[in-house]
């Protein structure tokens, strides 16, 4: 079945610093959606993609979907401390026709001032 | 606007005893989902209804679980019995249609089976 891969697992990252992470599926997709979850909180969703090669952004937040549709990354800018949080990506199977998500393991941030 | 409502917000138990959990989706909302998330893990999804029918039970370990939204508003999940490795947060999630939408979560009913 689908799977969706998500690395790195954990982000160390210095206050004002970029990373990126990044999602792999094994199967080409419809659309990815991006969900942020906060220490003690729920998913929150952030942004969907749905056009092979499109490019979306949100203030210091870029998300982008590969060509094939099968992967997908995220961009954070200049990374402040209310990023911190673990960042899940989930694809839903072009052959899914009733919008099931699989999400992956989620890439855990933590920001050091 | 409301969002999803989950409860208990926290629950213990013993293995092999039973539990249910009560979500009411965001008013409108046609899809709801349980899906079950282990500690450092993404969630998984256990069931989907559209409306008051299931379209998605695969990951659902039906042996002891067992859900129901029956009047495709509000939905119960239940375990019996639990295991030790049923330990988790169990998240409610609604969406307006099914295809390509938005997933909004309730805050999650975090499980500990001792």
């Known amino acids: 079945g689908q799977q969706v891969m998500q690395i790195p697992q954990y982000q160390h990252v210095q206050e004002g610093e970029d990373f990126t992470t990044y999602c792999n599926s094994s199967?080409?997709?419809?659309?990815i959606q991006w969900y942020k979850q906060r220490p003690g909180g729920h998913p929150v969703f952030l942004i969907q993609l749905v056009k092979s090669g499109e490019v979306k952004k949100q203030k210091r937040l870029t998300f982008q979907f590969g060509e094939a549709k099968k992967n997908s990354s995220l961009h954070i800018t200049a990374t402040q401390t209310t990023d911190v949080g673990t960042y899940f990506c989930a694809g839903q199977g072009k052959t899914d026709s009733w919008g099931k998500l699989q999400f992956g393991a989620g890439t855990q941030v933590v920001v050091t001032p | 606007e409301a969002g999803v409502a989950q409860s208990p917000r926290y629950k213990i138990i013993e293995k092999r005893q039973s539990v249910a959990f009560w979500c009411n989706p965001i008013s409108g909302h046609a899809t709801l989902y349980w899906y079950q998330q282990i500690l450092g893990q993404g969630p998984k999804l256990l069931i989907q209804?559209?409306?008051?029918?299931?379209?998605?039970d695969s990951q659902l370990p039906k042996d002891r679980f067992s859900a129901e939204r029956l009047k495709g508003v509000d939905s119960t999940l239940k375990i019996q019995p639990a295991k030790l490795e049923d330990s988790a947060v169990y998240l409610c999630?609604?969406?307006?249609?099914?295809?390509?939408?938005?997933?909004?979560f309730g805050p999650g009913t975090r499980l500990t089976v001792l």
């Open positions: 209804f559209q409306n008051n029918g299931v379209v998605d």
């Open positions: 999630a609604s969406s307006l249609r099914k295809l390509a939408d938005t997933q909004y």
């Open positions: 199967t080409t997709l419809s659309n």
